[in-house]
């Protein structure tokens, strides 16, 4: 139990399919999906710059989390995509979608 809770804390909560945003380096204000967590590391794809096949290694503490995973399990579905084209296209597609859905909060009210 207590792994859990320390293994949380080095991770800041991140989860596989996270959206963060990068606070340092020369990708800073870069919004990228978390494939993989191995702290104090993960892997980010942006579906352009960063695709799928060749991942960005970044330390955690050089993040902030946006979001969690919408819908729950959404790297499973886009690696079960039979395209690395169509892959990226996804990732590209989620991340767009988060920023639509939080720039314009108050467009689901009304």
């Not at 104090?40 to 989390?65: A, N």
Request: glycine share 8%; proline share 6%; aromatic share 6%.
């Amino acid at each position: 139990m207590l792994s859990t809770v320390f293994g949380q804390l080095r991770s800041k909560g991140l989860e596989r399919g996270s959206i963060v945003i990068s606070m340092a380096g020369h990708d800073r204000g870069r919004l990228y999906l978390v494939t993989t967590i191995e702290p104090p590391y993960v892997w980010l794809t942006d579906g352009r710059y960063r695709p799928l096949d060749r991942t960005k290694k970044k330390r955690i503490k050089h993040l902030r989390l946006l979001g969690h995973p919408q819908p729950v399990g959404v790297m499973d579905m886009i690696e079960q995509l039979p395209e690395a084209g169509r892959q990226n296209a996804a990732i590209r597609n989620h991340i767009s979608e988060f920023m639509n859905s939080h720039q314009n909060p108050d467009k689901e009210e009304n």
